[in-house]
Every structure is written in C-alpha cells, then in structure tokens.
C-alpha cells in the first residue's frame, strides 16, 4: 500500500503542491524534446527518401558541431565557419552517396543498416583524429545565440526560461517550417516525395535516385549541424553527445519511420516524460532511469500503434 | 579432384542425417578439432591465447546467439550486449550464493536468466518486426546497462561497482581468470564452445531451426502453415538470449576476469557482435565463428601494425585510427561481399570440389 502510493498518488501530489516547479520540468523536458525531435528528424528525411536506417545520425551531428567549434579555434569568422560547415556536410553527403550508397544499391536493409553503423564508427575515428577527444564549448557568442536567463513569476513561484532554450524552440519551429514549406512546394521536394513513395516509378518518370539521395543526405547533414550548434550551446561538444543522440531513436518509434510531424510530437512526448520520470519517479529507485523511460514509454505506444502514432500503416500481402 | 561428395554413399537413414555427411569433411572437422585440443595448447603463449584465441571462442558463441536470432528468426536485436551481462551477473551472483557448485555449472545455468529476460524482452516482437523491433530491443540494452550499475545487490554492494571472478577450481586445478592457468581455461571455453554448437547445430536443423526460417522468410506464411508464431519467436529470444548469456559469463569468469558495465554497453558488446553476424554471414553457423574470429582480431593487428614499423604513435592516436580503419573495413567488406565470409567459404569450397578444372 506504502508502495503504492508512493509510484501513483506522491509524485502527483508532489506535482500539484509545486506548480512552478512542475512548469520548470515540463519546459526543461520540452527543450530537450526539441533536440530530441531534431535527430529524429534527421533519421526520418533519410529513411522517407531512402529506406535507408541511419545510425550516423547521431555522429553526424556531433562531426558538425565539432567542425563549426574546430574551424572557429583556427581563427576563421563565425559566420564563414558556418559557411563552410555546411560545405562540409554537403561534402559529406556526396561521399556518403558515391562511396557507400551507390555500391550497396539494391542490398536488403540490414545490410544498409550495418554500412551506417560502420559510417558511424568511421566518423568517430575521423573526428577523434581531426579534433580531439576532448571535450569544446560551442561558439555561442559569436553566433549571435542570446545566453541570458529571464525569471517568470508565475503560479507562486519563479520559472526561469534559458534565452538559449527559447531560441532553439524558435530554430526548431523555423526549421521545420521551411522543410515543410520545400517538402511540399518545391520541385525538388516533389521529386523527394516520388522516391520515398515509389523508387521504381521515380525513376521512371526522370528523377535521379543519386541526386535526391545526395539533397536528403545533405538536407540531414544541415538538419544534424543546427542540431549540434542547440545541443552544444547547451552542454559541451563531445563525442559523449552520440550515446544522448540514441535517445531519438525511441522518438522514431513513437512518431513513426516515416512522419514529419510524428518526429515534433513523438520528440517532445518523449522529452516531457524523460523528464517528468525522472524528476518525480527518479529518486525511488536511484536515479537515472531517463536512459531508459523513452524506450518504455515507446513500447507502450508501440504495443497500440505498432506503426507509430503517425507512420503509414503496414499492410502485409502474402 | 581431392575434395568432392561423390561415391560417398550412405546406406542408412541414420548416416544420411549426420551432422556432416561428407565423410571427408567429417575427418577434417576431427583433424582440426584435434589439433585445437592438443597442439593449439602448445604452441599458442598466453599472450595469443589471452588476447585472441579466448576472446574469438567466447565471441563466436555470443554470435553464434545473436546469428540464431537475426539470421534464422529473422528478428533484429541490438540488445545483446544486455544478455551477455544477465549472464555474467548471475553467474557472479550463483557463485557467491551457491559458493560449493561447480563453476562450469554456474556458468551454464546462468544462461537460463539471460533466457527468462530475453524471453520477457522479446515479446514486442509479436507486434512489431524490422527496425522498430531493433529500436525496441535497445530498451532492454539500456534498461539492463541502468540495472547493472544501480542495483548495488548485483555487484555485491562493493565499492567499485564492478563484478570480479572468484577463484573457483574443476578437477582440483584453479580455473577462472586471474588465478588459473591459461592453457586450462582454453582447453574449458574449448569444450564449452565446441558442445554448445552442436547443440545449436541440432537446433538449427531441427523442426524449431525450420519454423524459425519460415519466420524469417514471410511471417504471415509461416503462420499460415501451422507455425505458431508467438511460441517460435520467443523460443528464438530465449536459446539466442541463453547462448548471448553463456558467452557474457564466460568473457567476465575466464577471459577478462572482473567487469563492469561498460564492459557490456552498446558500443563494446551490442555492436561488435552484430559486427560478426553480419561480416561472418546471417544465418551461417561457420560465419559466426569467421566473424567473430575477424572483429577480435582486427583491433589487435591494426594496433600491432605501427610497433611493427617502428612507428612512435601515442596510443590515443591508435585508438582514434582503429575507429576509423574498423568502420571503413566494415563498409568495404559489406561492398565486396554483402553476403559474408562464409559466403566467401562457400565459393572456396565450389572452387575446391572442381579442382583442377576452371568453372
């Protein structure tokens, strides 16, 4: 009974005795939900347009948090470095394509799978090499990223919002915004849509699979440095970041393979819960169970949806 | 010319379904277990036996375990890592709970735990296949890597959080890992490997080992011929989870000698073992051991390589170009041979049977 009440009833008690502080967890899990979702997005342009499950996700937007923090010490202006950056991840995109995608064409998924994973374990032996192990502090300033902290009083008591978390929540709805807006006006967004839906009749009506592979490859890689520059400004730049970037993937099952949208929302379910089980259920059993609550709470979800709250619904013929 | 099945006739139902039918095979498969019993101890030092021979046996069960599941059942786990540490905490916990019992004992019972939880981790696997299946499996990696560095009753509450093996003896000499003798472990994880793959051999080729494969190749299909669904897969969780298991105790009780979570995270185990199935060949028995064989030894070459040159690296550095090399051989392998060495093996032997003449 002792127990009981102690898993169902203290922590809602605890909740609603402390509004502000509730509000202070909800927000903090809503940051890290955005980053969260970010990733995820990152995973969902690729497996839409490719089939392809990319581990290096996660690594990717630690490689493009590392370079932009790598080309700054060298002494180059922030916004060049940005430049160049994003120079790199198309650079990075191209090869993906000529000297991974390309060969393994037609492979079964697994095989896809594994060659991510490799491009995963190659990348963080390449940015081992290049930067370091240690861990960097992202260039806030000089990008121009607000670092300030405003206190709320509200619901008596104090809430106080990160300028740098509302400024990510801003990127994050812009970003998504213009994948949107290019997903569904643009030709190349069209062209996108026709290789996710059917690779077969994309091509028969002229698109190049390569060329879209190398754009959603590339549009990632972006997806992946805007996510990195959010990331960093909140912690340190490390190669720790890539076991955090695993956390999307419970995001993907929850939001589906294939949605946009289900990426935003699975993202910020999956980060308001982490946070609210850790805080409040957390301390019974010795602390960080956020390693591990995203993938339960997307279990649950899965065992109603097995397709994910917005994935396509698999229909299987024999 | 030397190396062919023909005129090898059987002439009874029971030689016709022996393990190899090949009589030729047979005897090299005598010769060669020969020769790891009894001139492997010899002529190996510790330091081979140590560094690769040990390690590539238990390795080769893990992915001997790991291959049952995604190769035959066609299940994807990346949870592996996890079982491998069931079994080595509940071996640690059997031996100082049963401290009298027999450490092979131990180490074959504590599979059974890391079937039970393979078993209770594999039931998404009714609802959902593929990748969200992977991601699914990734709970249980996670959740048992929390649960090994939390709950202090698995390490014996002691201060350092890790699992140590206890000198624990067979047959009046002293065999686990850092107060027996190498020679001796080898010759044990020997003989548990070799009896654990004959089992699974049977398995594979038996009426569970088909059902799995009719899984694997279409679910909906395999159902519809009587194949319960639900019973085979999770009987495929549990033997994969309880050879995983097997391999975790015997890498913490005669290989490495203490461990702790790390040694049993995503990166250290879950990974390099799916790194073997896939690189030895899905569904291949001979390619789990090939794979497993590679990964180990690949890290040890690469960091031998410099030293052999005479080429001062620091050591960090080595490590930073293991990472690197380790993921491009990954990718050139998966580019040359999507289907595994032992795919490579297949066409050594079709080569071997027309020798001398070219196909």
């Known amino acids: 009974m002792e127990l009981l009440h102690q898993i169902f009833i203290g922590p809602f008690i605890e909740m609603a005795g402390a509004p502000d502080l509730l509000v202070q967890v909800v927000w903090e899990g809503f940051v890290s939900g955005i980053l969260y979702a970010l990733i995820a997005l990152g995973f969902v342009l690729i497996f839409k347009a490719s089939g392809i499950f990319n581990f290096a996700q996660g690594i990717m937007v630690v490689f493009g948090a590392l370079s932009l923090v790598g080309l700054h010490e060298l002494g180059v202006p922030a916004w060049l470095a940005v430049i160049l950056c994003i120079g790199i991840m198309f650079v990075l995109a191209v090869t993906v394509e000529r000297v ?22 190659f990348l963080i032996g390449f940015g081992e090499t290049v930067f370091g192990g240690e861990p960097k502090t992202m260039i806030t300033a000089e990008l121009g990223l607000p670092t300030g902290v405003t206190d709320v009083q509200m619901l008596g008591g104090m809430v106080s919002f990160q300028h740098i978390d509302i400024a990510a929540a801003v990127i994050a709805a812009l970003m998504v915004a213009t994948l949107a807006i290019f997903f569904n006006k643009s030709k190349i967004g069209r062209a996108l849509r026709a290789v996710a839906d059917d690779h077969q009749a994309a091509m028969s009506v002229g698109i190049t699979l390569q060329q879209i592979w190398v754009i959603v490859w590339f549009a990632a890689g972006i997806v992946a440095l805007v996510t990195g520059i959010m990331w960093g400004a909140r912690s340190d730049v490390s190669f720790a970041l890539e076991i955090v970037a695993l ?25 308001i819960s982490e946070k609210l089980a850790e805080f409040y259920w957390g301390p019974m059993v010795g602390g960080s169970i956020e390693s591990w609550v995203p993938f339960f709470v997307a279990l649950i979800f899965l065992w109603f949806r097995p397709q994910g709250l917005f994935g396509e619904k698999i229909i299987e013929r024999i | 010319m030397f190396y062919r099945e023909v005129g090898d006739l059987k002439t009874t ?16 498969i005598f010769a060669l277990l020969a020769f790891m019993y009894a001139v492997v101890p010899f002529i190996a030092d510790d330091f081979w036996l140590n560094t690769v021979i040990i390690p590539a046996l238990i390795f080769s069960l893990a992915a ?91 390490y014996n509450y002691n201060d350092s959080g890790a699992i140590d093996a206890v ?30 793959t004959l089992i699974a051999i049977n398995i594979l080729r038996g009426r569970f080992g088909r059902s799995w494969m009719a899984i694997r190749d279409m679910d909906i299909a395999a159902e519809l011929i009587g194949i319960r669904l639900l019973p085979s897969k999770l009987l495929a969780f549990a033997i994969s989870s309880y050879y995983c298991g097997v391999a975790g105790a015997m890498l913490v009780f005669l290989s490495l000698g203490s461990a702790e979570v790390e040694s049993f995270d995503i990166l250290n185990a879950s990974f390099p073992v799916l790194f073997m199935v896939i690189i030895g060949g899905l569904g291949s028995i001979i390619g789990s051991f090939l794979g497993a064989g590679f990964i180990v030894v690949l890290p040890i070459i690469i960091s031998t390589v410099p030293r052999f ?15 690197m090399i380790v993921g491009a051989l990954i990718i050139f392998f998966l580019i040359v041979e999507p289907a595994g060495l032992a795919r490579l093996w297949q066409i050594t032997r079709e080569k071997l049977r027309l020798w001398p003449f070219p196909n």
């Open chain 2, 309 to 323: 040159f005479e080429i001062d690296i620091n050591s960090a550095t080595v490590e930073h170009f293991r990472f």
């Open chain 1, 100 to 121: 991974v995608l390309r060969p393994l064409v037609n492979q079964p998924e697994i095989i896809l799978f594994m060659a991510t994973i490799g491009l995963n374990t």
């Open chain 2, 64 to 154: 001997l375990g790991l291959n049952i599941l995604v190769g035959y059942a066609g299940l994807i786990s990346l949870g592996t890592g996890g079982f491998m540490g069931v079994g080595a905490y509940a071996c640690y916990k059997l031996t100082t709970i049963f401290p009298d019992v027999n450490i092979v004992f131990h180490i074959l019972a504590s599979g059974f735990f890391a079937a039970a939880v393979g078993v209770l981790f594999g039931l998404p696997s009714l609802r959902i296949k593929g990748f969200y299946l992977a991601v699914a499996t990734l709970a249980s990696q996670f959740f048992l890597e929390w649960a090994f560095g939390r709950i202090a009753w698995l």
């Open chain 2, 13 to 28: 139902y029971r030689s016709d379904q022996q393990v190899l039918t090949i009589t030729q095979e047979r005897y090299a």
């Open chain 1, 247 to 271: 956390k999307a993937l419970p995001v993907l099952i929850l939001g589906g393979f294939t949605s946009i949208p289900g990426a935003i929302i699975g993202g910020l379910i999956i980060g």
């Open chain 2, 167 to 196: 000198n624990r003896s067979l047959g009046g000499f002293a065999l686990t890992e850092p107060y027996g003798d190498t020679k001796f472990q080898y010759l044990v994880t020997l003989t548990i490997v070799v009896f654990l």
